[in-house]
C-alpha cells in the first residue's frame, strides 16, 4: 500500500459520510426530543399532582369550615328553642295576669303562647340541613307566599335604611345651602 493511499482510506474512513452525519444529527435530535418529553412528561405529572393536592386540602378545610358553622348554627338554634320556651312561659304568665280583666284576651294570648310553645318543640331535636330542606320543601309547595313575605321583608328594610339614613344625615342650618344650592 502506497503513502497516498493510507491517506486517502485515512481520510475517507476517519471522516463520517453526510448521510452519517444527517443520521448523527437525526440521533441526537431524537435523543434531546425524547430528553424533553420525558421532562415535560414529569413536570405535567409533578403539576396534576400538586393541582389535586390542592384541590384535596381546599375541599377539606371548606368541608372543616362548612361543618363548624353548621355545628355554631345547629348550637343557634337550640338556644333560640330555649328562649321560645321561655317566651311562651312569660306570655302564659301575662295571660294568668290579663285573665282577671279580660278572660278572651287571656285565651287568645294563651293560644300564642301554645303555638310558639308547639313551634319550639317542633324545633327541638331539628339540624340545620333539616330546616334548610323543610323550608325549600314550603317554598315550593307555597311559592306566591314566599315571595310575598320576601317582597313585604325587602320593603320593610329599604324604609328602615331609608329613615336612618335621614335621622343620621346632619340638618340644614339656616344660611346653608343644600344640595345643587338649595335648601
Known amino acids: ?27 441526537k435530535s431524537k435523543g434531546v ?4 418529553q420525558q421532562a415535560f412528561s414529569k413536570a405535567s405529572d409533578m403539576a396534576r399532582d400538586a393541582g389535586e393536592k390542592a384541590k384535596r386540602a ?8 362548612t361543618q363548624g358553622v353548621k355545628d355554631l348554627l345547629n348550637r343557634q338554634i337550640g338556644t333560640g ?4 320556651g321561655h317566651f ?12 282577671r280583666e279580660s278572660p278572651m284576651a287571656a285565651d287568645l294570648v294563651r293560644s300564642f303562647a301554645t303555638r310558639v310553645d ?10 340545620v340541613d333539616q330546616l334548610a330542606r323543610a323550608a325549600s320543601d314550603y317554598t315550593r309547595r ?3 307566599l314566599v315571595f310575598g313575605l320576601a317582597a313585604l321583608a325587602g320593603f320593610f328594610a329599604f ?23 338649595r335648601f
Not at 311562651?88 to 285573665?99: N, T
Open 1 to 27: 500500500m502506497s503513502n497516498q493511499d493510507f491517506e486517502r482510506d485515512r481520510w475517507t474512513t476517519s471522516r463520517p459520510s453526510s448521510e452519517e452525519m444527517t443520521r448523527n444529527a437525526e440521533d
Open 142 to 144: 307555597q311559592p306566591a
Open 58 to 65: 381546599a375541599a377539606e378545610t371548606a368541608s372543616s369550615a
Open 118 to 127: 308547639g313551634y319550639a318543640e317542633g324545633l327541638q331535636d331539628q339540624t
Open 159 to 181: 324604609r328602615t335604611m331609608k329613615s336612618a339614613q335621614s335621622v343620621t344625615s346632619p340638618p340644614i342650618q339656616p344660611g346653608q345651602q343644600g344640595v345643587n344650592g
Open 33 to 36: 426530543r425524547d430528553t424533553a
Open 81 to 84: 328553642v330555649g328562649l321560645a
Open 88 to 99: 311562651a312561659k312569660s306570655v302564659r304568665l301575662a295571660a294568668d295576669d290579663l285573665s
